[in-house]
C-alpha cells in the first residue's frame, strides 16, 4: 500500500489529488504492459532483430524490453523450445504475456493439468 501511495504522489505532480491527462499519460508511459501493447508483437520482433537473421538473441530481447535487468530470466521464460535464439512466434507469445498476464497464468495451469494425466 505504501508503495501505492508513494508511486501516486510522485505522479501527481501538480499535488491535486487526482490526475490529469498529462500525468496520467506519463504514468503509463513507464508501464512494460503499457507501452508494449503501443505495436503489435510483429512490429516489435521486426524492430528487435537487428540482424535480420529472423530470431532475437538475448540481447535482441533486452534491446526489445529496454533493459538488461533479469533478461535470463526473461529469455528462457520466451524460448519455449530452448533453442538458444527466439523466432516470431516465441515472442508473439511473451509479449501477449506481458500485456494480459492472465494468459500466462492460463497456459501454466493448463500444463500442470496436462502433466497431472
Known amino acids: 500500500m505504501t508503495f501505492l501511495i508513494s ?12 490526475l490529469n491527462l498529462k500525468e496520467f499519460s506519463a504514468f ?3 508501464v512494460k504492459w503499457w507501452n508494449m501493447s503501443r505495436k503489435t508483437p510483429e512490429q516489435w520482433f521486426k ?8 530470431v ?9 524490453l529496454g533493459s538488461k535487468a533479469h533478461i535470463d ?15 516470431q512466434k516465441e515472442v508473439s507469445a511473451f509479449i501477449n504475456e506481458l500485456i494480459f498476464p492472465s494468459t ?7 500444463t500442470k493439468s496436462k502433466g497431472q494425466n
Do not use: P, Q, Y
Open 28 to 30: 503509463l508511459g513507464k
Open 104 to 110: 500466462r497464468a492460463k497456459n501454466i495451469r493448463k
Open 73 to 87: 530470466v526473461f529469455f528462457k521464460r520466451a524460448d519455449k523450445n530452448s533453442s538458444g535464439d527466439l523466432d
Open 47 to 54: 524492430g528487435s532483430d537487428k540482424d535480420s537473421n529472423e
Open 56 to 64: 532475437l538473441s538475448k540481447e535482441e530481447l533486452a534491446d526489445l
Open 7 to 18: 508511486s501516486f504522489s510522485k505522479t501527481d505532480r501538480d499535488r491535486s489529488g487526482g
